[in-house]
C-alpha cells in the first residue's frame, strides 16, 4: 500500500495528541525550542517544535532516530542529526516543518550525532567516522548552496561527537569521544581497552590542529568526551561517560581553554551527586549570560548547575532520564527535557516556574533554543 | 500544581528508574515465546475471525431482499470483531507496527473529526476503480473500525442505493472497510504464528513491558481523564460514543492489560507484596467499570460520572506506576530512553 504525505501526517497529527499541522505556528512571543523525540502511540522517531509555552507546534517524522538539532544563524532553517551511527540529516524550515534537503554522509563514513554552522550561516561542520580506518573526520558543506559537501578534515581523534565553534569564528573545538564503531557491528564499542578521548582545537580555514589536548590521568582514559558547549571568553566545558565499568568514582565534567597550557580543570560537585550520575553525561549547556552552567545526566536523573566562570558548585535538579537542556528563551534558567515526556523551565536547582509533560513522548538526548 | 505535588511527580517515577535488579535476569527467549503463544497470537485469531464474521455479515445484510433490513445482525457482529480489538488494541509492537496497521485498523483518537470530514469526501466521489481494491490506499481515517463504526451505527440505512448526493452506496463502503480490516486482521494473525521468529526476545520483551505502560496511560488519560474534563464533562471525546460501547471498551482493555502483566510478571516471586497490590488493584479497577456500564456517554451523564471517570483513571495511574517499579525488577529491564542511549 502507499501511504501519501498528507495521509501521512495526517494520522501522525491525531495520533500525536497535541500536534499542529504543518503551518499551524503559535505562539511568536518567543521563538520555542526544538526537540527530537519518539511519538509512543505512533511509534515515530521525530523533531518537534516547541513554543514558549512548550507545547508542540508541530512534529516532523525522522526515518530513524533523531539525535540533535542546530539552528542556521540568519536563516530560517535548521538541522537535525541522526543519532550515531546516523544515516541521515535532515534540513528543515522552522516555522512549519517541512523538510528541505535530506543529507547522506559520504561514503564509508557516517554521521556522528551533532554539526554546527558557522557564524554567517554559509558553512556546515559535521563530525563524522570514516568506519574502515575508524578515523574521526569533520565533514564540511556548502550551506548557501544545497550542502554540498566541499571538504573534510582529520577531528584530530577516534569518535568525534559534539562540536562547537569558539568565539573567534574559525576555531573548531571538537570532542573525540575516543570510541570506535563499525557499521557490522552497530554501535558495538571496538577499542575501550586503548580509547584515548581527546579534545581538539581545529583551524576551520586550514582544517589543521592547533592544539589536542588529553586527560593527564592516565587513570582517565576511559572517560570518553561527547558533549561541550563554549562560553564567550573561550572556555570549553565539557561532560563525559566512563566506560570502565569497575565501580571506581570519577570526575565528570570538566573545563579547558585553548592556549592555556592547562590540563583540564575538574568541576566539583558533590560526592552524592557524582555518585547518582552514574558515570554518564548527557547535554552540556550555558544560560545566555554565561553565568550558569548545566550538565545533565539521565542516568541519574540529575541536572548539575555551576556559577561560572569561577566553576562554584550551585545545585542539581531532579528529573528523571532527563537528559535534554536548552537555555530558557525569556528569562534566565533553563528548559529540561526527559524520556517520559516532561518539560520543566527552572532556574539553576530551585522551584520549577513552569512545566508540561506530552504523555506519550518521550524527549530524546538533546533539546535546543531556535 | 503544588511544588509539594510537583516534587512527588518526579520522585515516584525517579524511584520506579533507579530500582536495580535483584533478581538474575529471566530466560526472555521463554517469555516472548509463551506471551507470542498465549497473548498475542489468540489474541489476532479472535480478531481475525470477527473480522471476517463482520465481512460476511455485512456481505449477507446487502444481499437481502428486504427493503431495509434491520442492522441488528451487522451491529452484533461489529460489537463481537470489536471486542477482539479492544483486546489486542494495546499491543503496538511487532507486525501491527507496520505499514500504519494499527491507525489503520482504529484512527483514533480523532479531535479534529478526521475520520467524518474523509468519510465524508469519499462519499461524494465517483471512485475510478472498485473500493474493495482502492480503499488500502486511502486515508488511514477511513480504513478502519471508526469509519465502519459510522456505517452501521448512524441515521442512514446500510443499502445497495446510493443516496444523493453521495456517490457511493453505504453497502458498498461498509463491505470495502470491512474487507480491509479483515485482511490486515488476517495478516496480524499470519505473521505472528511462528513464536520464535523475529526480533531479539530481550527486545520484544522490552517492548511489550513499553506497551503496557503505555496502554495503561492511554486508558486513563485518552478514554477516561479527557472526557470526563476538570470542569464540565466532554462527552464528545469518547471513544465509540456512536456504537455506545466506550466503557466497555475499557473493561476488556483492563481485562487485557492484567493478562499481559501477569504473563509478564510470570513466575517470579521477588517483590510478592508489590504483585499482590498490583493484582489487587486491576480487581478494584474492574469493578469500577462495572459499576459504569457499557455506554460512556449515559454514564458520563450521570451525576457522579465524571468522578466516577477521573477515580477509575486515578486507578489506572497507580497501576501504571507500580507496574512500571514492578517489572523493571522482576524483567531486569529498564524504560529509560535516555539512560539507555549511551550518547
Redesign the interface.
Known amino acids: 500500500?502507499?501511504?501519501d504525505r498528507?495521509?501521512?501526517i495526517?494520522?501522525l497529527?491525531?495520533?500525536g495528541?497535541g500536534g499542529m499541522l504543518p503551518g499551524a505556528a503559535r505562539g511568536e512571543t518567543h521563538a520555542g525550542y526544538l526537540s527530537t523525540g519518539?511519538d509512543?502511540?505512533?511509534?515515530r522517531h521525530l523533531v518537534s517544535r516547541l513554543d514558549h509555552r512548550l507545547d508542540i507546534v508541530w512534529d516532523l517524522p525522522l526515518p530513524a532516530r533523531g539525535?540533535a538539532t542546530m539552528i542556521r544563524p540568519g536563516g530560517d532553517e535548521a538541522l537535525v542529526v541522526a543519532?550515531?551511527p546516523g544515516s541521515y540529516a535532515v534540513v528543515f524550515d522552522i516555522a512549519d516543518g517541512l523538510s528541505r534537503h535530506t543529507l547522506t554522509p559520504q561514503s564509508g563514513r557516517h554521521f556522528y550525532?551533532h554539526g554546527v554552522y558557522s557564524a554567517d550561516g554559509r558553512t556546515l561542520w559535521m563530525t563524522e567516522n570514516s568506519f574502515e580506518s575508524g578515523d574521526g573526520v569533520i565533514g564540511v558543506y556548502d550551506a548557501a548552496n544545497g550542502y554540498a559537501p566541499t571538504a573534510a578534515f582529520p577531528s584530530g581523534g577516534i569518535g568525534p561527537?559534539q562540536l562547537a565553534l569558539l568565539e573567534d569564528g574559525r576555531t573548531l573545538v571538537v570532542a573525540n569521544g575516543g570510541i570506535r564503531t563499525h557499521p557490522d557491528s552497530g554501535?558495538t564499542k571496538l577499542n575501550l581497552e586503548t580509547m584515548q578521548p581527546s579534545l581538539c582545537y581545529i583551524n576551520t580555514a586550514t582544517g589543521r590542529m592547533f592544539e589536542q589536548v588529553c586527560f593527564d590521568d592516565p587513570a582517565r582514559h576511559m572517560l570518553s568526551i561527547?558533549h561541550l558547549a563554549v562560553m564567550a571568553d573561550g572556555t570549553v566545558a565539557f561532560a563525559c561517560?566512563d566506560q570502565a565499568d569497575n565501580g571506581e568514582q570519577m570526575p565528570l565534567v570538566f573545563t579547558h581553554r585553548m592556549g592555556s597550557g592547562q590540563p583540564f580543570q575538574t568541576l566539583p560537585m558533590p560526592g552524592s551527586v557524582l555518585g547518582q550520575m552514574a558515570g554518564?553525561c548527557?547535554s552540556v549547556t550555558y544560560d545566555p549570560a554565561g553565568a550558569v552552567l548545566a550538565v545533565s545526566s539521565?542516568?541519574g536523573?540529575q541536572v548539575a548547575f555551576w556559577q561560572m566562570p569561577e566553576g562554584r558548585w550551585l545545585d542539581s535538579f531532579?528529573?528523571?532520564?532527563?537528559?535534554g537542556v536548552a537555555e530558557a528563551g525569556d528569562h534566565p534558567g533553563f528548559v529540561l527535557s526527559?524520556?517520559?515526556g516532561l518539560l520543566v523551565e527552572t532556574t539553576q536547582g530551585s522551584?520549577?516556574l513552569h512545566?508540561q509533560r506530552h504523555?506519550?513522548r518521550?524527549?530524546?538526548?538533546h533539546l535546543t533554543a531556535i | 500544581m503544588s511544588h509539594r505535588r510537583f516534587i512527588f511527580a518526579l520522585v515516584l517515577p525517579l524511584l520506579a528508574g533507579t530500582a536495580l535488579p535483584t533478581q538474575a535476569a529471566p530466560d526472555y527467549q521463554n517469555l516472548r515465546n509463551t506471551i507470542r503463544t498465549e497473548h498475542i497470537h489468540p489474541g489476532y485469531e479472535t480478531l481475525s475471525v470477527g473480522a471476517q464474521e463482520l465481512e460476511h455479515s455485512i456481505a449477507r445484510h446487502c444481499r437481502s431482499t428486504e427493503q431495509a433490513p434491520d442492522r441488528v445482525a451487522v451491529q452484533s457482529a461489529f460489537h463481537l470483531a470489536y471486542d477482539a480489538w479492544q483486546a489486542v488494541q494495546h499491543i503496538r509492537n511487532g507486525p501491527v507496527n507496520v505499514e500504519d496497521r494499527h491507525a489503520r485498523l482504529q484512527f483514533w483518537p480523532d479531535k479534529r473529526g478526521i475520520t467524518d470530514r474523509h468519510l465524508r469526501q469519499l462519499m461524494l466521489t465517483e471512485p475510478n476503480r472498485p473500493l474493495d481494491q482502492s480503499i488500502s490506499d486511502m486515508s488511514v481515517a477511513v480504513q478502519g473500525f471508526p469509519a465502519l463504526e459510522r456505517l452501521l451505527f448512524g441515521e442512514t440505512a446500510l443499502s445497495q442505493h446510493a443516496q444523493a448526493p453521495e456517490k457511493i452506496n453505504r453497502c458498498s463502503a461498509a463491505h470495502a472497510i470491512a474487507d480491509n480490516i479483515a485482511r490486515i486482521a488476517r495478516t496480524l494473525f499470519d505473521e505472528t504464528r511462528n513464536a520464535t521468529a523475529g526480533t531479539d526476545a530481550r527486545t520484544e520483551t522490552r517492548d511489550l513491558f513499553n506497551d503496557l505502560v503505555t496502554a495503561l496511560k492511554f486508558v486513563s488519560t485518552i478514554k477516561l481523564q479527557d472526557p470526563a474534563g476538570s470542569e464540565r464533562a466532554r462527552p464528545f471525546l469518547l471513544e465509540n460514543a456512536i456504537s455506545q460501547r466506550s466503557v466497555r471498551n475499557v473493561e476488556i482493555n483492563i481485562r487485557a492489560m492484567r493478562a499481559l502483566y501477569q504473563l509478564l510478571y510470570g513466575n517470579a516471586d521477588t517483590d510478592a507484596n508489590t504483585h499482590t497490590l498490583i493484582v489487587s488493584q486491576f480487581d478494584v479497577a474492574l469493578n469500577e467499570v462495572r459499576a459504569l456500564g457499557e455506554n460512556g456517554v449515559e454514564a458520563l451523564g450521570q451525576e457522579l460520572g465524571p468522578v466516577r471517570f477521573r477515580s477509575l483513571a486515578a486507578t489506572l495511574e497507580s497501576l501504571r506506576e507500580l507496574i512500571a517499579e514492578d517489572l523493571t525488577t522482576v524483567l531486569g529491564l529498564s524504560l529509560g530512553f535516555n539512560a539507555l542511549d549511551g550518547d
Not at chain 1, 531532579?318 to 537528559?323: E, F, N, Q, R, V
Not at chain 1, 518521550?362 to 538526548?365: A, P, R, S, V
Open positions: 500500500m502507499v501511504i498528507r495521509t501521512f495526517t494520522a497529527t491525531a495520533l495528541l519518539f509512543t502511540l505512533a511509534k539525535h543519532r550515531r550525532g561527537h554501535r561527547r561517560q554518564y548527557g539521565p542516568r536523573g531532579a528529573i528523571p532520564d532527563g537528559c526527559n524520556g517520559e522551584t520549577p512545566q504523555p506519550f518521550k524527549w530524546d538526548n
